[in-house]
């Protein structure tokens, strides 16, 4: 195994601190010393997708582990309540995560053949964080949900 | 590298709703890693979009960012009313594509 991890407790974080992710994480994707995203973010990135809507909390249900045991990989179920007809029909599913160095994690864009606008897929974590989940439905609403998901591991080893 | 696999029902009944299952290897690089050695950033290269089309028509489509955990699984539904065949298409950063195709009836 690398160097550092025969480096006992402060050592270590002292690597952390000093932002020298390369040894201890060359195995995972995301490394401290890397700015995480804030609120403005968060909200820059929903507005490339919705433009200034106003989304509306409801029909939009997360599934996600309480903890996530590797930040590495995190299954994530989106489902959003809808008939798939007419102006209920779900356009399209954009999913954010408030904590990560990229708020943007996905979007999912539902067609008549779908049949139900579900979607299955694994993300990566860097902390603990909320993950919302905006729902554009084919007559301009926006739904929205949110899910709080703790990591124990982050995708940074610790 | 890739080596795509999915998981289609074969036969699949008239109204039915079913839920179709993707995965490909792939080491999603973030562009957030640095070189051990050199101290350099290992560029970002990951699949960045996936498509499922039936029978030449778009039925799904997602687009993937590097929070996307490597070997993505993608998994959605899919309600034909007809029997028909499925391609499915991933696209990495520079255009590379990957495809894989299944067969399915609606009886």
């Known amino acids: ?158 | 590298m890739a080596q795509p696999r999915v998981r289609v029902p074969k036969k699949i009944k008239k109204g039915e709703v079913v839920t179709i299952k993707t995965l490909i290897g792939h080491k999603m690089e973030t562009g957030l890693r640095r070189n051990k050695k050199t101290g350099k950033k290992i560029p970002r290269k990951i699949i960045n979009s996936f498509e499922a089309k039936i029978d030449g028509k778009t039925v799904f489509k997602a687009v993937l960012h590097p929070a996307v955990s490597a070997n993505p699984f993608i998994s959605f539904t899919i309600s034909p009313d007809k029997s028909g065949t499925i391609e499915f298409i991933w696209t990495e950063d520079g255009g590379k594509t990957f495809t894989k195709t299944a067969k399915f009836e609606v009886a």
């Open chain 1, 1 to 158: 195994m690398s160097q550092t991890e025969q480096i006992e407790g402060v050592h270590r974080r002292s690597f952390l601190i000093a932002g020298v992710g390369g040894a201890a994480f060359a195995t995972v994707q995301l490394t401290p010393g890397v700015a995480l995203a804030d609120k403005a973010a968060v909200a820059a990135a929903m507005k490339k997708a919705i433009g200034d809507k106003k989304p509306v909390a409801g029909k939009v249900s997360i599934d996600a582990p309480e903890i996530a045991e590797n930040g590495n990989t995190v299954p994530i179920g989106i489902e959003v309540e809808s008939k798939m007809a007419g102006g209920d029909a779900v356009k399209a599913v954009h999913v954010y995560a408030e904590g990560n160095p990229n708020p943007e994690v996905a979007s999912f864009w539902f067609t008549p053949g779908s049949g139900a606008a579900k979607a299955s897929f694994r993300m990566r974590m860097a902390k603990t964080q909320n993950i919302i989940v905006l729902a554009e439905m084919a007559d301009g609403k926006v739904y929205m949900g949110k899910r709080l998901v703790k990591v124990t591991i982050g995708g940074c080893g610790g």
